[in-house]
């Protein structure tokens, strides 16, 4: 089982921050969390991924609180081409990503 | 940045048959490859793990005699689809994993739809 929870879905206007919220209370110490998206119909993308400290990167920011059992997305300046379910997993080293349900991100003109 | 091609990209067959397809890791070594399948409208299902010169290790519930994976070289993995079933139709994404380093990169996908 996905050890993450997620909103099934968010709505965000174009040009606007699109920020995406990932719950993962049981995460240890090992584990980083990592988020992708995927456009429909297509293999998911690596968006970024950290394991304490917040990181940035071209796509995005990962905002991740002191106790780790949570995490934000931030995608600074969304656009149309930013819609598809962004998903967050949590894994340890070497082992397979395992997919939750994700959440799917409209964004609109 | 890593690339992973699939083929096809599509392939449609008749049930009974039997089907191959293609994981490619273009301009870099993967030790590891993974192979997921996605419903309609459902979430990427692990459905197993394969090593390079190795076995690979199928998911739970995942049919080994029927879900064939080779993974010969560094660079290629191939998933057999065997006596292939209408439900059996789904999306079907590899992912490649470095020698070095975390990060798993996936592939385009491979439709399969069995008639």
């Known amino acids: 089982d996905a050890k993450t929870t997620q909103p099934t879905s968010m709505d965000c206007a174009e040009g606007r921050a699109a920020n995406l919220p990932c719950n993962h209370s049981?995460?240890?110490?090992?584990?980083?969390v990592y988020w992708y998206r995927q456009i429909h119909s297509q293999g998911p993308q690596y968006i970024i991924h950290g394991l304490k400290n917040n990181e940035t990167n071209e796509m995005a920011s990962l905002i991740i609180t002191e106790d780790r059992k949570s995490s934000t997305l931030i995608l600074p300046h969304a656009t149309l081409r930013d819609t598809a379910v962004y998903y967050c997993i949590v894994r340890g080293a070497g082992t397979a990503l395992i997919f939750g349900k994700g959440t799917t991100l409209s964004v609109s003109s | 940045g890593a690339v992973v091609s699939q083929h096809p990209s599509w392939v449609i067959c008749k049930s009974g048959t039997s089907v191959k397809i293609e994981c490619r890791s273009l301009d870099f070594q993967a030790t590891t490859m993974f192979w997921y399948r996605q419903f309609p409208k459902q979430s990427l299902m692990l459905m197993a793990t394969s090593n390079e010169g190795s076995k690979a290790t199928h998911e739970q519930g995942v049919e080994k005699d029927k879900f064939l994976i080779n993974h010969a070289s560094l660079t290629l993995s191939t998933l057999t689809v065997t006596s292939a079933h209408p439900e059996d139709s789904s999306f079907y994404i590899c992912s490649a994993k470095l020698a070095e380093g975390y990060e798993q990169y996936f592939g385009p996908g491979t439709r399969l739809t069995v008639t």
């Open positions: 049981t995460i240890s110490g090992n584990e980083y």
